[in-house]
C-alpha cells in the first residue's frame, strides 16, 4: 500500500505570487511607448519627405502649398521627431511632446470638421486618422496610469 504525501505550499511544483499573475502595466507602456515611437518616427520621416521634395497624398508638391500648409508640415515634421525619440527613450517628455503634437492634430482636423476655412481644409487629416490618433492618446492615457498606480502601490507595500 502506497501512503501518499500531502503537498504543503512549499512543496508546490510551481509557485506564482499574486503579484506575479498581475497585468504588469509598466511594461505594456514600455512597450507601447516603443512601438508609438516607430509609428511617430516614420509620420516625422514622411513630413520631411514632403519638404524635401516628394509630393504629399494629394500630389502637390511643398513649393506650390499655401503657407499654412507649409508651415503645418514643418511643425509636424520637426515635432513629430523629437517625440518619436523621447517615446524610444521612454521619457516623460516625449510622452507629453506627443500629446502637444497629436492635441495639435486632432484640433486642426476638428477645426476642419466644424467648418473652418482656409489653410485647415487641406492641412487636416481624414476622419480615421484623427480617430486612430484619439484612440492610441486614451490608450496612453490609461496605461500610463495603470503604469503609475502599479509603481506607487509596490512602492508603498
Known amino acids: ?10 512543496d508546490a511544483p510551481i509557485q506564482a505570487d499574486a503579484e506575479e499573475r498581475s497585468i504588469d502595466w509598466s511594461r505594456i507602456y514600455r512597450i507601447f511607448m516603443r ?12 513630413q520631411w519627405m514632403v519638404i ?18 507649409q508651415a503645418s508640415i514643418v511643425f509636424f515634421a520637426v515635432i513629430e521627431l523629437v517625440a518619436g525619440v523621447g517615446l524610444w ?9 506627443w500629446v502637444l503634437a497629436t492635441a495639435v492634430a486632432i484640433g486642426i482636423d476638428l477645426a476642419m470638421l466644424g467648418g473652418m476655412q482656409g489653410w485647415v481644409q487641406i492641412a487636416a487629416r481624414s476622419l480615421p486618422a484623427t480617430v486612430a490618433d484619439a484612440v492610441l492618446l486614451l490608450f496612453y492615457t490609461a496605461a500610463a496610469t495603470m503604469a503609475a498606480r502599479q509603481a506607487n502601490d509596490a512602492f508603498t507595500e
Do not use: H, Q, Y
Open 35 to 46: 512601438a508609438l515611437a516607430v509609428l511617430v518616427i516614420g509620420r516625422g520621416l514622411m
Open 1 to 10: 500500500m502506497s501512503a501518499t504525501k500531502l503537498r504543503t505550499a512549499s
Open 52 to 69: 524635401c521634395g516628394g509630393p504629399n497624398a494629394e500630389g502637390i508638391g511643398f513649393e506650390d502649398m499655401p503657407p499654412g500648409v
Open 89 to 97: 527613450l521612454t521619457s516623460a517628455w516625449g510622452g507629453v511632446v
